[in-house]
């Protein structure tokens, strides 16, 4: 079993639905982040996470939210999707123990707003 | 502010010619982290290497060598007798102690094409 895991893998919807992307872990991390990842630009953080209800805004937060009720899952809601935020997603956790630890990613989660 | 750029967007090699990925950063801190992560086409994002901003050794793991420089905020990606695995987009990254968060900037990504 992959040891970061993001739910679903694809998803295709419309302007203006409520979508929630899902993470969770098996690594015992406690810091959790999503990014999104666009041709050209690389990766660009959301929202990361220190700890269970801890929620801090990355660089692009605007039009997205973010719940981190158990230490294990993080998930990421776009409100009211619109076109522009069709991209790549990807959830990522690092050891809290050591500020500067690897990343370890999930597979990522594909999500196309029509 | 930190900056991690790649200026190379895309390359494209023979197999087995060498290659060297660029990557040059930008930082205040004199504390900070490098990474190279790799993305194969399934899409996963995978960790190959991290360096501190004490350690200048190069490393060498396998066909994959990095050449890390201060003096010129470098911190180059060599591929050796390159093979088509080795297909992939190369992302370069750094981080901060000091800063806010225990974040990481990601350049754009080099895109690397090994044609056999």
């Known amino acids: 079993d992959a040891d970061v895991t993001q739910t679903p893998r694809n998803r295709i919807t419309k302007t203006g639905k409520r979508i929630m992307l899902e993470c969770s872990q098996t690594?015992?991390?406690?810091?959790m982040y999503w990014y999104r990842q666009d041709p050209g630009l690389g990766l660009r953080l959301i929202y990361y996470s220190f700890d269970v209800k801890d929620i801090n805004k990355g660089e692009i937060s605007d039009g997205y939210s973010v719940s981190r009720q158990a230490q294990a899952k993080f998930s990421l809601s776009l409100e009211s999707a619109i076109p522009n935020q069709t991209a790549l997603y990807f959830c990522?956790?690092?050891?809290?123990?050591?500020?500067?630890?690897?990343?370890?990613f999930g597979d990522g989660t594909r999500l196309s707003i029509l | 502010a930190q900056k991690v750029t790649q200026a190379q967007t895309e390359i494209s090699v023979v197999e087995k010619e060498d290659v060297t990925l660029d990557c040059v950063y930008e930082?205040?801190?004199?504390?900070?982290?490098l990474f190279w992560y790799k993305q194969p086409p399934s899409g996963e994002l995978v960790f190959l290497i991290r360096r501190n901003s004490f350690d200048e050794q190069n490393e060498i793991s396998g066909r994959y060598s990095w050449n890390f420089q201060k003096s010129t905020s470098s911190f180059n990606f060599t591929i050796t007798a390159s093979q088509v695995v080795d297909s992939a987009v190369y992302f370069c990254?750094?981080?901060?102690?000091?800063?806010?968060?225990?974040?990481?900037?990601f350049g754009s990504g080099t895109r690397l094409s090994i044609r056999p």
């Open positions: 990522a956790t690092s050891d809290g123990t050591d500020s500067n630890q690897p990343q370890h």
């Open positions: 690594k015992g991390h406690d810091r």
């Open positions: 990254a750094l981080s901060e102690p000091h800063s806010s968060a225990s974040k990481i900037i």
């Open positions: 930082t205040r801190d004199t504390t900070y982290y």
